[in-house]
């Protein structure tokens, strides 16, 4: 069973940082693209970044420079490194499993989601 488990959310002051991290189990994770979408209260999701099974990676340009995604798979786990964070990254996290390239996303299967609040 595909499951995948975002944490590493919560309150964090404009210019502080945050890592959150996507657990994922059911699949072995060397095959797979994970991605990282966010939505912000009364707007679309909308994709942040995300990592090619390829080791091959992806950044929206609100992220690019702030934000770095990575992957264990000896973990099965993908980690976005948050910098610099604004209260415009305000939103529920989410990741989630199957393929991606430069803003194009086809995913499959999705994590719950973790909240980050920016805000002083």
């Known amino acids: 069973q595909v499951q995948l488990v975002e944490s590493g959310g919560g309150l964090v002051q404009p210019g502080g940082s945050l890592r959150l991290s996507c657990a994922a189990s059911?699949?072995?994770?060397?095959?797979?693209?994970i991605g990282w979408f966010r939505q912000a209260p009364g707007k679309e999701r909308e994709g942040v970044s995300c990592s090619s099974s390829d080791g091959s990676t992806y950044y929206e340009a609100f992220a690019k420079g702030r934000f770095t995604i990575s992957r264990d798979n000896a973990k099965n786990t993908v980690y976005l490194q948050m910098n610099s964070l604004k209260p415009e990254d305000t939103a529920v996290y989410y990741c989630a499993r199957g393929v991606c390239g430069e803003s194009t996303y086809a995913m499959n299967y999705w994590g719950k989601g973790t909240l980050v609040t920016v805000s002083s």
């Open positions: 059911g699949f072995t994770l060397d095959y797979y693209a």
